[in-house]
Structures are given as structure tokens and as C-alpha cells.
């Protein structure tokens, strides 16, 4: 079986079954004969951060002389995105290799590559496995990995609310889901967070018996990313990096002596040609707030031109409302599909009132061609070295993580 046939398969499955993940995994790793208590495990939760705070954790624990699987999600451009081992994606080969087994298997897309991941961790001789929960916490795939042994140590970043349909819509509620990570014998890494969701956590964790940390009143994590991580790009990550330091220091290891910390995060505030492109894969209020606050941080007194997508299902203008005094014009693009795609003129009628010029365009190359100045059929560097790039602002994308992916592929 070919990777793109592979791929094919497994995205055919469908992310999401009837029943909770939770289950169907367990049913999987019960018939692998359990690879996942090979695996010293730390669990990662939360709305915002818990994707960056993944790949800080695993950086760190390499660093420190550890081999590490990790897996996230979702992917960008590749499912290949997903699994990483000692900081490199899986290769197409092995990812097709696995599939081929992992298709003979009852489950969804989400069960059988969180499947793949296990055995291509056992497979490489991984000491820990860092592991990113899909969506919520309690029902969650990656949950069935801690049923018969805790995680080391259980991390939930920043709770918005984000997923309200599935997972309520008040911040105590998204708590309790994301709490549903927290076993007995594991040690909880409370991020900075809402108050009103924090004491959910702690009481939880009281409940439990649980022993935990909360990240703002560890002084010594703050001080160790001033003065390691003054290169990180987007202010907001200084939040994630600090929430893996404190999972380092509860795991009992010691930090790298290394001068300075940077790790470019794929999606979260990356930056292309020579910084005049900007993505970021925000999709709710809270991460647009922290985009926002960065950029500000940042470009101070810069305005940008900005390709925007926003899926239906999400709340558009509470992710729009702190971006508004950064945009100078936007592209409105659809993204989506089926009952969560938004008709891009649905953005422009939001931003019109607000006061913002906006167009909406059929589709994301057009939006870039039409920020860029240049009516091109490819996209390139050499396109990019004769613009006049002196006369324009920079060009920020964001509102959904599709439309990060698609920016990537072009």
C-alpha cells in the first residue's frame, strides 16, 4: 500500500465514531496486548496551548537526552504530522507500512492513528510518549491509554469555550470534560487559566488524591523561560514553554543548559517569506485574543492585510472582535464543509459593519494573488522577490486550521 492510498483509507474511516473513543481504543490496545504501558506517558488537555505545549515537552525531554514518540493533532498538511519520533514525522513508508495493519481493525481515522502511534513508539525503542488529546479529555481516544498505569504527569493547558456543542458551554463544564484525563497516581500541571475552570480542576484533583501544580506560581519555570526563550516568535508560547517546564520538573528531570530555547511551531504564528506572511491556525475567541496580543507585542503600530476563514460552528465574531484594530483590509474565504462551512460573504457583512474593508474571494490562492498585487498562476520565491512588497502591508492569515493547512500546501 501506497502513503496516499494509506492516507486515503484512513481519513475514509471518518475522525469520529458513534460511540466515544475511549472505548474502541481500549478495545484496540487490549488486542495489541496493552504496547501502551511500555510507554512512560505524559497526557496533554486543554482548548488552547496543549499542541504547543506537546512539542515543547518532547524538544525538552530530547534535550535532555530522552527518546521521545510524540502525537498530535490535527494535521496541518500531512497526516504524517501526527507521529514524531525524536523530533522527525514519521516517513511515509512506515506510516503505510502501519495503516496497512491498522485498516484490518475495527475504528475511526482518530482510533487507528492514535493506533499506529503506539506501535511505531514501541517499535522505536521510545522511552515516553507525549501525547495530545483530539478533542475534550474524559471520552477522548488518548484517554484509553492511561487506564491500567497514569500518565507520569497530566498537563491541562488554557480552557475556553471552544466545542460548546459537545462539550458544554460554560468554562465549568469544559473542565470537567478536559479533568477526565486525571487519574490516581498521575501528578496534574494546571496551566494559567480562567479561575472559574481552574477550581474545577482542583477540586477534581483534591477529589482524586491527586497531587498538582499550578504553572503561574512556579517561579523558578518563569524565570528559566526569561532567560532561555527570548527568541520564541509568539509572545503566547512563552505561556505553553513555561507549562513544559513545570512538566519537566514534575517528571524529576533536570532542564538543558543550553543558552537559548526556540522551536517554530508549524501554524502558530509562522512566518514565511522573510516575515511578510504570517499564519496562525487561532479558530476561537481565546486564541485570537493571544494572536492579537502578540502581534501587537510584536509589529506595534503595524496593520495587516489578512486572509480570513471561520467554520460555522464557530463563534466568529467573538474570534474577529479582538483582531479588528490590527486589520487594514481582509480576504473572506470559504472553509468548511457540509454544516460547518461559512459563506465567506458571511465574514464580509461582519467586518463591513465593523468598518473594515472587506471582499470576499472564491478561494484561498485567489485571496493571496489579490493581497500580493499579482495575477501568477504559481506561487513561489521568485514571484515573491519581484513584488513590491515596500508599498504593502503584511499579509496575516488565520480563523481556522484548514486554512493554515492550505496556505502551507500552496
Known sequence: MKFEEAAEAIAAR????????????????EKAGHPERRLRIVHIAGTNGKGSTARYTAALLRKAGHLVG???????????????????????EAFARLAGRALLEEGTASDLLLWMAVEYFVERGCEFAVVETGLG?????????TTHKAAEVSCITRIGLDHTRLLGDTYEAIAAEKAGILRPGTTAVLAEMEPRAKRVLVADC???????????????????????????YATYQ?????????????????????KEF??????????????????????NPQGAAALSNSLKGIFSGESFDAIIGILKDKDADGILEPMLPLLASVCAVGVGSGDRYREPEDLVRRLSVQ???A????????????????????????????????????????????????????
Not at 479529555?137 to 491509554?145: I, K, V
Not at 514553554?241 to 528531570?253: S, T
Request: glycine residues 10%.
Open 262 to 283: 526556540s522551536l517554530p511551531i508549524a501554524g502558530r504564528l509562522e512566518a514565511f517569506w522573510g516575515g511578510r506572511l504570517l499564519i496562525d491556525g487561532a479558530h
Open 238 to 258: 512563552k505561556e505553553n514553554l513555561a507549562n513544559a517546564v513545570v512538566i519537566m520538573k514534575c517528571l524529576g528531570i533536570d532542564l538543558p543548559d543550553s
Open 206 to 232: 483534591e477529589k482524586k488524591c491527586i497531587d498538582w501544580v499550578a504553572v503561574e506560581e512556579n517561579g523558578e519555570a518563569d524565570e528559566w523561560v526569561r532567560s532561555h526563550a527570548s527568541g520564541l
Open 14 to 29: 471518518g475522525m469520529y465514531g458513534r460511540s466515544p473513543g475511549v472505548c474502541s481504543m481500549a478495545a484496540l490496545l
Open 70 to 92: 510524540l502525537y498530535t493533532s490535527p494535521h496541518l498538511v500531512s497526516m504524517c504530522e501526527r507521529i514524531a519520533v525524536d523530533g522527525e514525522d514519521i516517513s511515509r
Open 355 to 357: 468598518g473594515v474593508e
Open 359 to 410: 471582499r470576499a474571494c472564491a478561494s484561498v490562492k485567489e485571496a493571496l494573488r489579490l493581497l500580493r498585487g499579482e495575477e501568477i498562476d504559481v506561487l513561489g520565491e521568485k514571484n515573491f522577490r519581484s513584488a513590491q512588497w515596500g508599498q504593502r502591508n503584511r499579509i496575516l492569515v488565520f480563523g481556522s486550521l484548514s486554512l493554515v493547512g492550505e496556505i502551507k500546501k500552496l
Open 137 to 145: 479529555g474524559r471520552l477522548d481516544q488518548t484517554n484509553a491509554l
